[in-house]
């Protein structure tokens, strides 16, 4: 697979409609032809976090990391293939293992995080409000900064087991993130869903202030540890765009412990 600058796929380049990302191989073909400095010069319009296309099936994918403290447990993430499209799968046990990608996109420039998943499996009478019970069957976490390089500031998107769609909600403690639901309970399971959020509007609508121009990092996060049961799901198509009609996903806050 080639890669322009910044990580942005060549085929992508001149091929995506920010507001349609699926790629019809007939296009792909024909995107391939295009010469490499063209390519580069033709996209304003979105950045790739990842399409897991240059992951190895079976492995974890190139550029996402664990924390050094999840090294030692069993990895519930890996590449697979369907129909000639890659993703990423989580399979978790309980392990409850988030899988970071340093990034440094300018949101000003693309406000929009893009991204579908499908999940499999639910984790039972999961809460994400209580510690007991806070899990997701699948998270994505879009890291505005570290403060002092440490605490990180984030808006955690995801599908939950029983909070509707356009919750937000922030358990008290350092450096826990805004959780906002994006899918949730068991009607769309087995189907890829596709989301696509402002996430400077995300930061205004939650910390309340003015977001950093850049991000640092996102983040994935299938869990099932705090109820003990499971958290399958796939994700793929993780893109920032320029422009989207699109709003923050924040419709209504409710209390968390
Ligand atoms: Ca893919």
Redesign the pocket.
Known sequence: MDFGHNGIMLRDLVCINPRRLAISSTASAICAAVPFAYAQEANTNHVLVD???SGKIGALPPGWERKKSDNEIEKPYMVKQEDG???LAAEDNGQSVILGKNVSIDINKYPYISFRWRVHRIPTGADERAGNSGDSAAAVYVIYKKVMGLVPVTVKYVWSSTLPVGVATQRSGVGRPWIVVADSGEQELGKWRKHVFDVRQAYRDTFGSKPPRTIIGVALLSDANATSSQAFADY??IYFLAEADAESGVQRFVEAE
């Open positions: 399409s897991f296309e499209n890659r993703f793929d198509d």
